[in-house]
């Protein structure tokens, strides 16, 4: 696998999907410092989940996961006192292999591409159960009152892998399940994660009144 170096940004509860947008608000100076890096090279960075106990060292190393979003910064607003508004796009998953010595305020990686995995038959094995999953999604956005599916657009002929991506993005609201279905680079599994998360989500929708953290989620 091709391996890269990459900065990231290790926020808790957070997973970056590839093909998704994601605004940041950066105030903290070493992640000042790494933006303003970034905007004079690629423009690339990685956002990883904390893993659990990250407090007791988050101005420090806190653990992190293995797999990360890999985004492009393609939006940038500068604030007067240092602080910016950045909005990145997602490119690529990225396997964590090691990381480089402390030579800046920010941490950075080796890290490896992952690649989509696709069954033997080609994404086409795949068309009728991502129908099913597209019709679930809608079904799950009617049941919370929502039935423009803007997230979505611009999807029609996207390869599955796309696809399964955007709609976990805008429909899981578990971090830990978000973070399992970014690990899997097997697309059929990933379809059939999202899936069945969905169907456990609709379960939920359907009772009178839906948890509240359903609600209203669009992201």
Do not use: K
Not at 169 to 197: F, G, I, K, M, N
């Amino acid at each position: 696998m091709a391996e890269i170096e990459i900065p990231i940004f290790p926020l808790p509860d957070l997973v970056f999907f590839p093909g998704t947008l994601l605004p940041l608000h950066v105030f903290e100076p070493r992640y000042r410092r790494m933006v303003a890096d970034c905007l004079v090279g690629d423009r690339r960075l990685a956002v990883v989940m904390l893993r659990p106990g990250w407090e007791a060292d988050y101005h420090g190393r806190p653990p992190v996961h293995e797999v990360a979003g890999a985004g492009e910064i393609v939006e940038h607003e500068p604030l007067p006192d240092g602080r910016s508004n950045i909005l990145l796009n997602g490119v690529a998953r990225v396997r964590i292999a090691g990381e480089l010595p402390a030579a800046r305020p920010y941490r950075i990686v080796r890290a490896e591409l992952l690649e989509d995995r696709y069954p033997p038959g080609g994404a086409e094995v795949l068309a009728e159960r991502l129908d099913t999953l597209r019709a679930a999604y809608l079904r799950l956005l009617e049941g919370l009152g929502q039935t423009h599916p803007a997230r979505l657009g611009g999807l029609e002929g996207a390869p599955p892998a796309a696809v399964v991506d955007r709609i976990a993005s805008a429909a899981l609201p578990d971090a830990t399940l978000r973070q399992q279905v970014l690990e899997t680079a097997d697309v059929a599994a990933r379809l059939e994660l999202v899936a069945s998360a969905l169907l456990d989500l609709s379960l939920l929708v359907s009772r009178p009144e839906p948890p509240h953290h359903l609600r209203h989620r669009d992201n």
